[in-house]
């Protein structure tokens, strides 16, 4: 590999380990908030913030030209699901640990993998197959069916792992045709006003300055996330880059112990080694794949 693709590529992953702590520290702040702060209101200030700070780092590098889409259905589309991402992330974690919610959410780039390969009716290959089911043994063993974690509230997070599922998917088939900036825009626009309507009838005044902080700082943590995440892509290829994601586990993980003084008990841990063993292991696949298709 020549020095400058190997510079980037290392810029890339240093970006992308950035975005993942971004995403770590957000969804430990939600969790924090979400306690003293209704969800309804949480959602809705994660998105007005962060598409107040887009705003202001877009406009001035794109002006108008931020507004042109070539799909507009796609982007309203995206936007919902989205917020309804967010609504699941904020339910889920007001029962579950961080590190535990972080560990289940990353079997969703091994579900987008494989469904994206039969989208585009690629052959599935069985080192995905069995990569696929070892996440979700790993998931088994973090709720584990029998005991009180395993209830109806899992539900919420297995909504979760479908909705993020098709708002990845949404989100590979626009990057094609639509602008990274635009989508971002518009994203955090459509958010913040599906997320006002119900404020019409649940806003509550919020009158703790620490809650208000923290739900800026969400917003911030967001924007800034996103936009590292859209700059590692632009320097780096997927391949090289998904190993990367399941560093946010570990972040998950940190967050939880320093904030809420949770570790994940043994058997969560072998769940939470498992899935992070899956996912790193069909990022490499993806990878190599990559690298036999650019040889041949």
């Not at 469904?115 to 043994?137: D, I, K, M, N, P």
């Not at 971002?184 to 404020?199: H, N, R, V």
């Not at 005044?205 to 739900?215: G, K, M, R, S």
Request: charged share 10%; glycine share 8%.
């Amino acid at each position: 590999m020549p020095h400058r693709q190997k510079h980037h590529a290392l810029l890339g992953i240093i970006l992308l380990l950035m975005a993942v702590m971004c995403f770590a520290a957000l969804d430990t702040t939600s969790k924090h908030v979400i306690a003293v702060v209704p969800l309804l209101v949480a959602v809705w200030a994660r998105y007005f913030f962060q598409a107040l700070l887009t705003t202001a780092v877009v406009l001035p590098i794109k002006g108008l030209d931020v507004l042109k889409t070539n799909n507009p259905r796609q982007q309203m589309t995206r936007g919902v699901l989205l917020v309804t991402l967010t609504f699941l992330v904020f339910s889920s974690l007001k029962f579950m640990p961080v590190g535990e919610f972080t560990a289940i959410v990353m079997t969703v780039p091994l579900l987008v993998t494989l469904l994206a390969t039969r989208t585009l009716g690629e052959h599935v290959s069985t080192q995905r197959v069995v990569l696929v089911c070892g996440g979700f043994v790993g998931t088994l063993i973090i709720v584990r069916p029998g005991t009180q974690m395993f209830g109806w509230s899992l539900l919420i997070p297995l909504a979760l792992v479908i909705v993020n599922t098709a708002f990845q998917l949404m989100t590979s088939k626009m990057a094609r045709t639509e602008d990274a900036m635009t989508t971002q825009f518009y994203t955090g626009w459509i958010g913040t006003a599906l997320a006002s309507i119900p404020m019409i009838w649940y806003w509550v005044p919020i009158t703790d300055a620490q809650a208000w902080l923290e739900l800026v700082f969400m917003g911030f943590a967001g924007c800034v996330g996103h936009f590292m995440l859209i700059l590692a892509f632009e320097r780096s290829p997927a391949g090289t880059l998904m190993p990367y994601m399941y560093a946010q586990i570990g972040f998950g993980m940190l967050g939880g112990w320093l904030v809420f003084d949770h570790m994940p008990d043994h058997f969560s841990m072998i769940g939470i080694g498992l899935i992070a063993l899956c996912g790193t292991a069909g990022g490499l696949l993806t990878a190599y794949e990559v690298r036999q298709k650019t040889q041949s």
